[in-house]
Structure formats: C-alpha cells, structure tokens
C-alpha cells in the first residue's frame, strides 16, 4: 500500500474579491515544511486552495450554500484567517 500523509485539518474563513465569505476546513500539510494558513495560502506551488465542508455565504442571496469540496483560485483571495477557536 501506499504512504500515507499526514493531516493536520484547521477550520478557516476566506473573503474573497467579490466579497463571498467562505468558512470551511483545509488541510496545513498539503505541503512539506508549510504547517500554517499563511504558509498554504501564500504558496505559488497549487493555484487552488482546497476547502472542505465548505459553506459559502455569496452576497446577494439569503441563504449560505453549502459544499463538500470547494476549490478558490488564491488569486481572488482577500483574506483568510483561522477561526478563533483554532489560533
């Protein structure tokens, strides 16, 4: 069998150019040595960032919408900062 990786999963909120809010959970050991959110998000190796059980909250609708897997281009990326709980 193949090696597994290791996962360190933090719950994240994401606001994004366009001002959709994202709050869901990524995983800090996408990649080797990057063990923090600033790490993952500001690293030019993926273009994506990978978010699970993500819930999205786009202006202009009522209701948040809410997915299993999201990928966010970091490019569109304002802000992303760990949920209190997790600092």
């Not at 069998?1 to 050991?29: A, H, W, Y």
């Not at 948040?64 to 802000?79: A, E, M, W």
Request: aromatic share 4%; glycine share 6%.
């Amino acid at each position: 069998m193949g090696k597994s990786k290791e996962i360190d999963v933090r719950i994240i909120r994401i606001k994004l150019i366009d001002g959709t809010s994202i709050s869901g959970q990524v995983n800090l050991k996408r990649e080797p040595g990057h063990d923090r959110l600033s790490d993952l998000v500001g690293s030019n190796r993926e273009n994506f960032l990978v978010v699970i059980n993500a819930t999205l909250n786009e202006v202009g609708l009522d209701n948040p919408i809410r997915h299993k897997t999201i990928f966010v281009n970091k490019d569109h990326i304002i802000f992303a900062t760990p949920e209190e709980s997790e600092k």
